[in-house]
């Protein structure tokens, strides 16, 4: 079944994570645990697997090669191959003040006719129907799980075009509740590259800072993407590099 339930992969399956403890390693018990894994999904008509992608419900967005050679080396082993690579960054919030020039975009846009700020109950619908829109149902379950389990509004920041709809959004504290965790953020397409990502970003760190994060972090995003050069310009740093892996297994 697709993220979501809106449809089926019949053909997909994925391995989250796996462990094997230091103690009994080297006996063959991962590659046992693994290959179990593996036929279990091929007799269920599984012929393309990934590693750790299967969001929103991964523990790391994929394998974390300087971490775990061993976990590299037998996943290569058993046929799996990198599928592409994600980046998790990170930054302090000490002292963090929102750059003028942001700050001057942010008035530009504003007297345009845009609305910046936390999302009022009524905006809610729009928003979440431009998470899924853009960005695929994955997005908008993390929202709404996050509200629906006690998440303040005011952890949203939101952006609406002079017409009233909703074009953007950046949020925190979304997974599981630790308040330094960047994201979910998104613009809507036909809206990148006016500087509206830019401003979301940095009102949300200027937020996480006043509700006293000391740093702001996130797992996923492409280091050459837009997204990834968006968040060096304010500041971030690459901390470890993951890649996706992928096994397929012609019928």
């Known amino acids: ?13 994925w391995i989250p994570f796996f462990f094997v403890d230091p103690a009994v390693r080297r006996a063959g018990l991962g590659r046992r645990l693994l290959t ?20 929103p419900h991964y523990f ?26 994600a980046v998790a960054m990170d930054r302090g919030l000490v002292g963090y003040r ?36 853009e960005f695929g149902p994955d997005w908008p379950q993390t929202i709404r799980h996050a509200l629906d389990t006690g998440a303040p509004l005011d952890r949203i920041v939101s952006a609406h075009d002079p017409a009233g709809e909703a074009v953007g959004w950046a949020m925190h504290g979304a997974y599981e509740g630790p308040a330094e965790r960047f994201g979910p953020f998104g613009v809507r397409a036909d809206q990148r590259g006016t500087g509206l990502g830019k401003v979301l970003l940095h009102l949300t760190l200027e937020r996480m800072r006043a509700a006293g994060a000391h740093g702001a972090w996130f797992l996923w995003t492409g280091e050459g993407s837009p997204a990834g050069h968006l968040y060096r310009s304010a500041g971030f740093a690459t901390t470890r590099r993951f890649q996706v892996l992928r096994r397929e297994v012609r019928p």
């Open 1 to 13: 079944m697709a993220v979501g339930g809106d449809g089926l992969e019949p053909e997909q399956g």
């Open 98 to 133: 929102m750059p003028e020039a942001v700050r001057q975009r942010a008035a530009a846009l504003a007297a345009e006719g845009y609305r910046f700020g936390t999302p009022r109950d009524d905006d809610l619908v729009g928003l979440l129907r431009l998470a899924e829109a």
């Open 36 to 55: 179990g894994v593996l036929d279990w999904l091929a007799g269920h008509g599984r012929t393309r697997v990934d590693f750790a992608s299967y969001t």
């Open 60 to 85: 790391l967005p994929g394998l974390d090669r300087d971490a775990y050679p061993e976990a590299a080396r037998l996943l290569t082993g058993l046929g799996f191959a990198p599928r592409l690579e």
